[in-house]
């Protein structure tokens, strides 16, 4: 440093803390932005999913595997999905579309334990979300006959 002029000196002094106080603010703060955006992806798609669920399981109520692929096609139109597939309780594929990547290992139903989504972390840029579609046996959509019972005024004289 006595190569240098005082002034030269003065300035690096200056400037070497102001440098270490910038890139801790910046790994801060690109830490804290990119688990907000994680956070915003993981609700983004427990969001999608959602949605997907009561149609879903009015299709598979009625064993309707048509309108399960055209789900699957009107909803891959999102940039952000990567691949979406519907799979009935024994594992076996009922609807699907997306990438190899999601068929290289046989699906696995995990154990129900209620109407939950979970979601697994593939990589960085990918979530894995995995929700079970439960089907009542009395509910709105059931195909029940309704029995016509006569009206009270019908059977005056």
């Known amino acids: 440093m006595k190569s240098i002029g005082i002034k030269y000196q003065l300035r690096v002094t200056t400037l070497i803390p102001a440098f270490l106080v910038a890139l801790l603010f910046a790994v801060f703060y690109n830490g804290l ?3 907000d955006l994680e956070q915003h ?8 999913v959602r949605q997907l669920l009561p149609a ?3 299709a598979m109520l009625r064993g309707d595997d048509r309108t399960l ?3 699957i ?3 891959t139109v999102n940039p952000e999905v990567k691949a979406l597939a519907f799979y009935n309780a024994n594992g076996e594929l009922l609807a699907y579309r997306g990438g190899k990547h999601s068929i290289n290992t046989p699906f696995t139903p995990p154990e129900f334990t209620g109407d939950y989504i979970e979601s697994k972390k593939v990589n960085p840029l990918t979530i894995n979300f995995i929700a ?3 089907i009542p046996k009395f509910n709105l959509y059931s195909n029940i006959p309704v029995n016509n019972i006569p009206s009270p005024i019908a059977n005056q004289d």
């Open 69 to 71: 692929q055209g789900l």
């Open 73 to 75: 096609n009107a909803s």
């Open 56 to 58: 879903a399981q009015f």
């Open 41 to 48: 992806i993981s609700r983004l798609g427990e969001a999608y």
């Open 33 to 35: 932005f990119g688990r």
């Open 132 to 134: 079970p579609i439960t």
